[in-house]
């Protein structure tokens, strides 16, 4: 299977002849296929997740996704990139408190030109799916951390795009909204969305087909992980 994503020979210096804070990194991601990236703090997994959303820029190596040279890209290149291919959900939300719950998630589809239409009723299915239907018309600073972490994984996956990034998108969730979060990621790789998460949860990892461990900025191995029961994956009512 061709690769989506593709990292040959990744560093990453945040300072001239400092530590790398990722050191020569090759990994592919096909079309359809999820990786979790695991390993103790300051191990360079966010670092690789800005690199391949084109946040940040390597110091050396080549960051190949959908056939384009993404380190190459002019900023607004990497605009429409971002806009167009990448799903992201970030570890401390980001999201406008100036806009209510459907509005945040409804603005990178319709940046993207997904159809009005199709963008509402998608967002709608999502917020009642992780249980926050209610808050629709809600602004974010009235939400629990919680709660604003479920708008950020409905806004990351509402768009039609082709890449879906995600950093601890279960650390402030319960059991239950986890589970919730499995089966979207789930879902979203069987429609040929390539998904990268870092997460610590050996529970949400166990969705991925390939779990990858970096240490000290290097990818020191990678893994089928524990297969989730069927049960976990298919869609069930919220308690």
Same mark, same amino acid.
């Given at each position: 299977?061709?690769?989506?994503?593709?990292?040959?020979?990744?560093?990453?210096?945040?300072? %001239?002849?400092? #530590?790398?804070?990722?050191?020569? #990194?090759?990994? %592919?991601?096909?079309?359809?296929?999820?990786?979790?990236?695991?390993?103790?703090?300051?191990?360079?997994?966010?670092?690789?997740?800005?690199?391949?959303?084109?946040?940040?820029?390597?110091?050396?190596?080549?960051?190949? #996704?959908?056939?384009?040279?993404?380190?190459?890209?002019?900023?607004?290149?990497?605009?429409?990139?971002?806009?167009?291919?990448?799903?992201?959900?970030?570890?401390?939300?980001?999201?406008?408190?100036?806009?209510?719950?459907?509005?945040?998630?409804?603005?990178?589809?319709?940046?993207?030109?997904?159809?009005?239409?199709?963008?509402?009723?998608?967002?709608?299915?999502? !917020?009642?799916?992780?249980?926050?239907?209610?808050?629709?018309?809600?602004?974010?600073?009235? !939400?629990?951390?919680?709660?604003?972490?479920?708008?950020?994984?409905?806004?990351?996956?509402?768009?039609?795009?082709?890449?879906? !990034?995600?950093?601890?998108?279960?650390?402030?969730?319960?059991?239950?909204?986890?589970?919730?979060?499995?089966?979207?990621?789930?879902?979203?790789?069987?429609?040929?969305?390539?998904?990268?998460?870092?997460?610590?949860?050996?529970?949400?990892?166990?969705?991925?087909?390939?779990?990858?461990?970096?240490?000290?900025?290097?990818?020191?191995?990678?893994?089928?992980?524990?297969?989730?029961?069927?049960?976990?994956?298919?869609?069930?009512?919220?308690?």
């Amino acid at each position: 299977m061709d690769a989506l994503i593709e990292l040959s020979e990744v560093t990453k210096r945040y300072a %001239a002849g400092g #530590v790398p804070a990722l050191d020569h #990194v090759s990994l %592919a991601v096909a079309a359809g296929e999820a990786v979790a990236v695991m390993g103790p703090s300051g191990s360079g997994k966010s670092t690789l997740l800005n690199l391949v959303a084109g946040l940040d820029k390597p110091s050396g190596g080549t960051i190949t #996704v959908s056939g384009q040279r993404v380190e190459m890209l002019s900023e607004t290149r990497l605009a429409r990139y971002r806009r167009r291919q990448v799903g992201m959900i970030f570890q401390f939300f980001n999201l406008l408190d100036d806009l209510t719950v459907a509005d945040n998630v409804l603005l990178p589809a319709q940046l993207a030109g997904t159809p009005r239409r199709r963008a509402r009723a998608r967002c709608t299915e999502l !917020l009642d799916q992780l249980g926050i239907g209610r808050y629709r018309n809600t602004y974010p600073g009235r !939400l629990s951390g919680g709660e604003r972490q479920r708008v950020a994984i409905a806004r990351a996956v509402v768009g039609e795009r082709r890449l879906l !990034l995600a950093d601890e998108p279960s650390g402030a969730l319960d059991s239950v909204t986890g589970e919730e979060v499995m089966r979207l990621l789930h879902n979203a790789c069987k429609q040929g969305v390539a998904a990268v998460v870092v997460t610590h949860d050996a529970q949400l990892a166990s969705w991925a087909d390939r779990v990858v461990f970096l240490r000290d900025g290097r990818l020191v191995d990678q893994t089928a992980p524990p297969r989730t029961p069927e049960s976990l994956l298919t869609p069930g009512p919220r308690q």
